[in-house]
């Protein structure tokens, strides 16, 4: 048997082979016969990949090295062990990684090391190598992966057909790869969890520098690799030191559990300023008026172009708007989408706008003296070559405007392109290391500020506050992808806003398309995340990004998802228990569009009840403008409430069948520590539930937001019975039980 050393937590049992430096075995204590991890002899202590003289990905491990030295040693009562790798491939490049514990820790922390001498082209350093112990056949009860990604999501019951094989093609940069899958942009955390009855794995970086990453769960061998990747800022000659740890650690429970270890941490880091606290959240924003999408050309986008003639001149938006603010009784945002010049989300080849800019400023302006506000979803650093439902040809443009030295390159030099879209389209990412990337984009927003709007999402596309990567050597940045990424995000934000002062403009928002990542959240004022009622899918979204950080931005839900025929009344139900802003598209005669998409579809047929759509929006509006506020708007959310009591609606449309809670439900705390368990009913019907919760005080009271707004103070009995109106929404409010 092979020789092994040993490193304990106050929780975990770890234990690695003395010869090479794995992770063989991971338990917690209180049930030692639970082996977390899953190892093979050909695993590696760690991989490394670069560039050969080419550009084409090389790699080295562990196995690699012509020697290896491990030692173990006892310090102040902590315990390290540290691994030396010399000579990776015979060349001069030497490894140094190390795990570190403590008795009264809760996780171990690992560090590691490169030292080379070669001139090597490194990209990335994976360490640690963590495989879990997952049986991976898709059978139910198999576990369940965490994945701090997107807009938040579990994967339940692995399988191959839904975990990617974990090979060096899984690692690498290329022309397929997503070009907003790294951290920080569309990976918004740090961490990856993945857990099976009850007890499960974390692992976890504690960077607080934006330093760039891949997370990835990934199927290896019999196990599933919880892996992450330290992408750029390598040295071509000279020594570097990650400048922070990988945590690992046991945990026992489900994904609130390994959310709420992230959190305890996370909050702590200067991303984390509460809205209560933030000087740049302007009043409007924090009223919670409903937001409402005016789509200006087509109805869909892989579809036909054209003006939409209900909407333009622009001024023929406002009656419409007007009864929609009358109906749910606030104030709106109108969000102006597919204005540009040619066509829609055709950047940056945008202006004039469609419907000519004169009617623009002057529905703007009209807008504003009604009290409500206007912003734009935008296109981000995307340089559209064409467009295939209008003919639109943007290759004169792009090469007399400097595209060419604004997109993002390849490793090999090429243009990168878009990734999702290039059917209709065709598209590059740019660089916002480059000049001409920023001059264009602040000439953008200045026009939008010209025009007087004031919420301005330029970072759509650019999903979850991404900076894309690059691998141009003349743009002013590193030839790598890297930490100069989200310090470029940081400089075009602060030029946006000095735009907006320099005309005066002191309640302009910056929102971003999804999630914001957390490093950029002291950027942005807001995100729009696109949430999705839980109806048993196997890959379900989750309200994780909620969990870590509800109460540091404002977030609207005006494309979130619900299911026809209701698709309305239950996304924005949803919306409001998880703590979004309600809101919907606008269609042509004013009524709202109730499809079970997360932004477009055509208008005709019509499908459910408008009126059940504005009724449930401005339930959810009250409550948030009213006793809600401080825990939909300010509020930390907390682990659910146990509910008893809610029906479960049946029902079959266009050939799916779907089964979701006729209400939905979550808890909350106030910034001054009160509790509230909100309820949301999308149905007609009134429902009554029953809840027991021990982190309420003895009394409570109860605002029901139905026809009228009432409140009711009662004791609080074990369980407590309320009646959530139809289209209505109940929030029980009491102080932290001690």
Excluded at 192 to 218: E, I, P, S, W
Aim: glycine share 8%; hydrophobic share 35%; charged share 25%.
């Amino acid at each position: 048997m092979s020789k092994v050393f040993s490193l304990e937590t106050a929780r975990d049992q770890l234990k690695f082979d003395a010869t090479s430096g794995r992770l063989i075995s991971l338990k917690f204590k209180s049930r030692p016969r639970r082996e977390l991890v899953f190892s093979r002899p050909d695993d590696p202590t760690f991989v490394l990949q670069y560039f050969s003289p080419m550009r084409e990905y090389r790699m080295l491990t562990s196995h690699d090295a012509e020697t290896t030295t491990i030692s173990v040693s006892d310090v102040r009562g902590r315990r390290r062990l540290v691994m030396d790798f010399g000579k990776l491939g015979g060349l001069d490049v030497h490894v140094r990684a190390e795990v570190e514990s403590a008795a009264d820790w809760e996780c171990s922390y690992w560090r590691i090391a490169v030292n080379n001498k070669a001139g090597l082209e490194i990209v990335d350093v994976q360490f640690p190598i963590v495989v879990a112990r997952c049986p991976m056949t898709g059978e139910p009860g198999t576990g369940t992966v965490v994945l701090p990604q997107y807009m938040g999501q579990v994967l339940h019951n692995p399988s191959p057909q839904t975990i990617p094989e974990d090979k060096p093609q899984a690692w690498q940069l290329s022309k397929t790869w997503p070009s907003t899958f790294h951290y920080p942009g569309s990976v918004f955390a740090q961490f990856l969890a993945y857990y099976r009855n009850g007890l499960g794995v974390y692992v976890a970086c504690d960077d607080t520098q934006g330093h760039m990453k891949l997370f990835r769960a990934l199927r290896r061998g019999r196990g599933l690799r919880l892996g992450v990747a330290h992408v750029g800022d390598w040295p071509t000659h000279g020594r570097r030191k990650l400048p922070y740890a990988v945590r690992i650690r046991s945990f026992a429970g489900d994904w609130y559990d390994a959310a709420e270890i992230y959190r305890s941490w996370a909050l702590k880091q200067k991303w984390a300023r509460p809205l209560h606290k933030r000087q740049d959240v302007p009043q409007w924003l924090l009223d919670s008026p409903p937001h409402i999408t005016v789509r200006l050309q087509g109805y869909v986008d892989d579809g036909p172009v054209f003006p939409v003639k209900e909407f333009l001149p622009y001024e023929k938006c406002i009656p419409l708007l007007g009864k929609i603010a009358e109906r749910v009784g606030a104030p709106l945002v109108a969000v102006l989408m597919s204005w540009e010049h040619g066509g829609p989300w055709v950047y940056p080849e945008c202006f004039p706008p469609v419907g000519g800019e004169a009617s623009l400023m002057h529905f703007v302006k009209m807008a504003r003296q009604r009290g409500w506000r206007v912003g734009s979803f935008c296109n981000g650093t995307r340089w559209v070559m064409a467009h295939r439902w209008n003919g639109y040809d943007g290759r004169e443009f792009f090469f007399q405007h400097g595209g060419e030295r604004s997109v993002c390159r390849l490793p090999n030099g090429e243009r990168w392109p878009g990734d999702w879209d290039g059917s209709w389209r065709p598209s590059y990412i740019c660089c916002l290391g480059s000049k001409i990337t920023r001059q264009i984009a602040v000439d953008f927003v200045r026009r939008l500020l010209v025009w007087s709007m004031q919420s301005i999402q330029f970072f759509d596309q650019n999903i979850n506050a991404t900076s894309f990567p690059c691998f141009a050597g003349d743009h002013g940045h590193p030839p790598m992808p890297g930490k100069w990424m989200a310090a470029e995000m940081e400089r075009i934000i602060h030029e946006f806003r000095q735009e907006a002062i320099r005309r005066g403009e002191t309640e302009v928002i910056q929102s971003v398309e999804m999630p914001c990542n957390e490093y950029c959240l002291p950027l942005f004022q807001q995100c729009d995340v696109r949430g999705q009622p839980p109806d048993g899918d196997t890959e379900s979204f989750i309200p994780l990004y909620h969990y870590l950080y509800h109460e540091c931005i404002v977030m609207h839900g005006m494309m979130s998802v619900g299911y026809e025929p209701y698709a309305l009344p239950m996304r924005n139900a949803y919306n409001c228990v998880i703590g979004e802003i309600p809101g919907a598209v606008m269609t042509g005669d004013g009524t709202l569009l109730n499809r079970e998409t997360f932004n477009w579809a055509e208008w005709e047929p019509k499908i459910g009840s408008n009126e059940d759509a504005l009724e449930m929006i401005r339930t959810v509006t009250a409550m948030r403008r009213g006793p809600g506020r401080d825990f939909l708007v300010y509020g930390r959310m907390m682990r659910p409430a146990k509910v008893d009591g809610i029906d479960r609606i049946e029902w079959e449309y266009a050939g799916r069948r779907r089964q979701v809670d006729a209400v939905f439900h979550a808890a909350w705390q106030a910034p001054d520590g009160r509790v509230g368990i909100v309820f949301a009913n999308w149905t007609k019907e009134d429902r009554k539930v029953s809840f027991s919760d021990r982190r309420l005080a003895e009394k409570t009271t109860v605002h029901t937001c139905g026809r009228e707004m009432s409140a009711e103070t009662v004791s609080t009995a074990q369980p407590l019975t309320v009646t959530v109106p139809g289209l209505g929404v109940v929030v029980v409010e009491g102080a932290l039980a001690r």
